[in-house]
């Protein structure tokens, strides 16, 4: 969890940041909308992408394990179908009589080996995806920044005077009673 939080504290702020710099003044809230729509769709279905990965080598994996292919029918699909579900079914057949303790160990161990062989595959595939995103931002954003979010652009002065709060009908500035500071 340290390293999903540095990793992760790294990339977000330093790319929010990116964002906003690239966005005009003007825009900026309209541009922090969309990049943090756009970051949590893209999370959501990034995670829903992985996991069916995951979930589709497991069942493969399993589907083809020798340990699986002995199975009475009824425990084939629950084996196949998830990690947990492997585990749950094993330990209710060997309560049952239909596997020997033997067997669910192995079965059990075959289920972890084809996760742990399908999220690594996943966790490669998100790197690489990562690397991807990364030369091709590295190659589609400007070297300067367009705007500065903080530094204002020209005609910044003008605007400003003419939003200023000492300026709306006569209404006393922040401090004023009656005029006087």
Same mark, same amino acid.
Do not use: C
């Given at each position: 969890?340290?390293?999903?939080?540095?990793?992760?504290?790294?990339?977000i702020?330093?790319?929010?940041?990116?964002?906003?710099?690239?966005?005009?003044?003007?825009?900026?809230? =309209?541009?922090? /909308?969309?990049?943090? *729509?756009?970051? #949590?769709? &893209? %999370?959501?279905?990034?995670? $829903? +992408?992985? !996991?069916?990965?995951?979930a589709?080598?497991?069942?493969?994996?399993?589907?083809?394990?020798?340990?699986?292919?002995?199975?009475?029918?009824?425990?084939?699909?629950?084996?196949?179908?998830s990690i947990?579900?492997?585990?749950?079914?094993?330990?209710? =057949?060997?309560? /049952?009589?239909?596997? *020997?303790?033997? #067997?669910? &160990? %192995?079965?059990?161990?075959? $289920? +972890?080996? !084809?996760?742990?062989?399908?999220?690594?595959?996943?966790?490669?595939?998100?790197?690489?995806?990562i690397?991807?995103?990364?030369?091709?931002?590295?190659?589609?954003?400007?070297?300067?920044?367009?705007?500065?979010?903080?530094?204002?652009?020209?005609?910044?002065?003008?605007?400003d005077?003419?939003?200023?709060?000492?300026?709306?009908?006569?209404?006393?500035?922040?401090?004023?009673?009656?005029?006087?500071?």
């Amino acid at each position: 969890w340290f390293f999903l939080g540095f990793g992760l504290g790294n990339v977000i702020a330093p790319a929010t940041t990116r964002m906003t710099l690239a966005t005009p003044p003007e825009k900026s809230g =309209a541009g922090s /909308a969309v990049q943090n *729509t756009v970051r #949590q769709v &893209a %999370a959501a279905i990034g995670i $829903a +992408v992985l !996991s069916s990965l995951v979930a589709v080598s497991y069942s493969n994996s399993m589907d083809s394990a020798e340990s699986t292919s002995s199975l009475p029918s009824a425990l084939q699909g629950p084996v196949t179908d998830s990690i947990g579900g492997a585990y749950e079914a094993t330990t209710r =057949a060997v309560g /049952a009589g239909v596997l *020997t303790p033997e #067997q669910a &160990a %192995a079965i059990q161990a075959e $289920a +972890v080996d !084809s996760f742990m062989t399908a999220f690594h595959m996943a966790a490669i595939g998100s790197a690489l995806l990562i690397l991807i995103a990364l030369v091709v931002l590295l190659w589609r954003l400007p070297a300067q920044p367009e705007h500065a979010a903080w530094g204002g652009h020209e005609g910044q002065a003008e605007i400003d005077e003419a939003l200023s709060p000492d300026e709306f009908e006569g209404e006393p500035a922040v401090g004023e009673v009656d005029g006087k500071a």
